[in-house]
């Protein structure tokens, strides 16, 4: 009995010299995070930046306030990318699901983050609703579209022909719907075909990823996927941009880029510009993919998909070399390229695969095959990866010698990103950090999960789980770059709807651009700090094109990513 009073009075002495855990008032941002959070068998790593007297850390359960698990920083690096010295902090041992804090003793408290099996699936579906918010020539009604409703914009049924189109410039043509393609309102084939193959990508690898009555969009409840959907307002805006003898034509755009207004205030006069190899192929590829997608749901519009694009091939075929450069009169985005290999490269591989024609293999062969990823080349080149991904899930159509060597070649390029992954401070695959930076992030990702599929190595998922936490916070500037998930979030994208709207938040679901050393856009207002390092280089900022807009092709490989990790992590 005197040992039991003995116990209880040592526990009760015990417990009250426990210090409690302070109240979160703050987070610290020095501590960088996924700030949506981690799978619960997943890699969990987070950086500490410039604080580096701390040497431990605690994962605390944010609803009963209990330290769960305790850890060492490792030694500090400095990292000259960022400018910082820096710590890293391991709880991949902590598997339990809940929702945390990380707090380190002197600092105080990370960003709070969910430990949890479909952990990224609400950022999935964010993701892919953020388009239905670039929807042009409709209005978005408020129970689809909440506090961002809005009126229609740009009906675009009277579009004049620019003479760059070779048509007659006092005809109209009708070319509505679509996607905007970012924070500007126009609409480029280039990117919206591009981000389209990006797209039917996760739903080929991963189908019924998004099922109906997901997204709360107008079509939801009319038993056909909500992403398919989606998909289909831009593609069938992309079939009315094809001239008759089976050319695309380049864009539709005003001259310059309208002010900072709602879209049914931006009414200057849209052009049908330029016409060309560049716009024609991503178009026949895009088409051809998406016709092995809707085979399933509609035969007559898949049936039209597959003559679309057979007819851009042959105009590609005949026309191999028309370059695009914007008309001197003309000031809008200009997605130009010179190099049409990594075109023909993805086309000829979505239309073997479609049409099983051997001409198109024979193509696809014809040119040497370079796999190495080169950040920045983005709407340029990554196409060719595009072609590459499709032939190797769809291995009974491909031969096998074509598969051993694509797979050979895929499996080197990944382990380059995986290993330069790992020696970036924030986990990142890239060394350079241009216009659209967070692209190329997610662009290698996308490549390292195609790798995976492959030949499932536990280091090629945790990269992709470590690049997708550098999106969502754990980087050089701690935010989460994708507007609406996370704590610390961009809220002056350059979107010209969230800029005028008079909605203190922007727009959801959209991805800001990410660092970008080349600080284009000062005339525009916009104010880097001094110094600034390329991982540092961000600003949120309204004007800031360069750094802080959206764009069609950065939301696209975003959520190929996440579709991704929520089927292979869990
Ligand atoms: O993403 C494009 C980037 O790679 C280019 O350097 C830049 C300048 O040509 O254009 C970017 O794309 C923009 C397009 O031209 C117009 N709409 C907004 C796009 C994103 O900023």
New binding site residues.
């Given amino acids: 009995m005197q040992k039991l009073v003995l116990i209880i009075l040592g526990l009760v002495v015990l417990a009250s010299c426990q210090k409690p855990y302070p109240e979160i008032d703050q987070y610290r941002k020095e501590i960088r995070i996924n700030q949506i959070g981690y799978y619960p068998k997943g890699i969990k790593k987070i950086v500490l930046a410039d604080s580096i007297s701390f040497s431990s850390f605690s994962v605390i359960d944010i609803h009963n306030k209990k330290s769960v698990f305790d850890g060492n920083f490792s030694e500090s690096t400095i990292w000259e990318l960022s400018g910082e010295e820096i710590r890293v902090g391991n709880f991949s041992d902590f598997k339990t699901t809940g929702e945390y804090v990380i707090y380190i003793e002197g600092l105080g408290y990370s960003y709070p983050f969910e430990i949890n099996n479909n952990v990224f699936n609400d950022a999935l579906l964010g993701s892919v609703k953020g388009l239905y918010y670039q929807r042009a020539s409709i209005p978005l009604e408020e129970k689809y579209a909440g506090k961002w409703y809005r009126k229609a914009g740009h009906p675009d049924t009277e579009v004049y022909f620019h003479s760059s189109s070779g048509k007659d410039t006092t005809e109209t043509v009708s070319s509505p719907g679509g996607w905007y ?4 309102y ?1 609409k480029y084939v280039i990117n919206g075909a591009f981000p389209l193959g990006q797209y039917f990508q996760l739903w080929e690898q991963y189908p019924e990823v998004i099922s109906d009555n997901q997204l709360t969009i107008p079509e939801s409840g009319n038993g056909i996927s909500d992403f398919l959907d989606e998909l289909k307002y831009e593609l069938d805006w992309l079939l009315t941009m094809q001239d008759k003898d089976g050319g695309l034509f380049h864009k539709l755009t005003t001259k310059n880029f309208e002010d900072m207004i709602m879209p049914h205030k931006a009414v200057n006069q849209r052009y049908i510009v330029g016409k060309g190899t560049a716009a024609t192929l991503n178009f026949a590829a895009a088409t051809a993919q998406a016709y092995r997608v809707f085979e399933k749901i509609d035969t007559t519009y898949a049936q039209k998909l597959l003559t679309a694009s057979e007819s851009a091939w042959k105009w590609a075929k005949e026309n191999q070399k028309i370059t695009f450069q914007n008309p001197i009169d003309i000031r ?4 130009g390229d010179n190099n049409f290999d990594d075109e023909f490269i993805w086309a000829s591989a979505e239309l073997f695969l479609s049409t099983g024609k051997n001409e198109y293999l024979d193509h696809f062969n014809s040119y040497p095959l370079d796999l190495t990823f080169k950040s920045s080349e ?1 709407w340029t080149a990554y196409m060719k990866f595009l072609g590459v991904y499709s032939l190797l899930n769809h291995k009974q159509k491909t031969p096998d010698t074509l598969v051993a060597d694509l797979t050979k070649k895929l499996v080197a390029s990944a382990d380059d990103l995986t290993e330069k992954a790992k020696s970036g401070a924030y986990f990142q695959p890239i060394s350079d950090f241009t ?2 930076s967070n692209s190329d992030v997610l662009n290698a990702a996308m490549l390292v999960a195609q790798a995976y599929r492959q030949e499932p190595k536990v280091a090629y998922l945790e990269a992709v789980q470590q690049m997708t936490d550098y999106i969502f916070g754990t980087n050089a500037v701690g935010y989460s770059f994708l507007t609406g998930f996370g704590d610390q979030t961009p809220m002056n994208i350059h979107h010209r709807q969230s800029g005028a709207d008079d909605i203190q938040v922007p727009v959801p679901g959209l991805l800001s ?1 990410g660092p970008s050393i080349q600080q284009l856009d000062t005339s525009n207002d916009v104010v880097y700090p001094e110094n600034v390092t390329q991982m540092k280089s961000w600003v949120d900022q309204e004007g800031s ?1 360069v750094t802080n ?1 959206i ?1 069609l092709n950065w939301n696209a490989p975003l959520t190929y990513v996440l579709g991704f990790l929520e089927r292979e992590s869990n």
């Avoid at 393609?181 to 500007?184: I, L, P």
């Avoid at 809008?332 to 997605?335: D, I």
């Fill in positions: 393609d970012a924070g500007d126009n809008t985005g200009e997605y983005s216009w659209g651009g094109y807009e764009c």
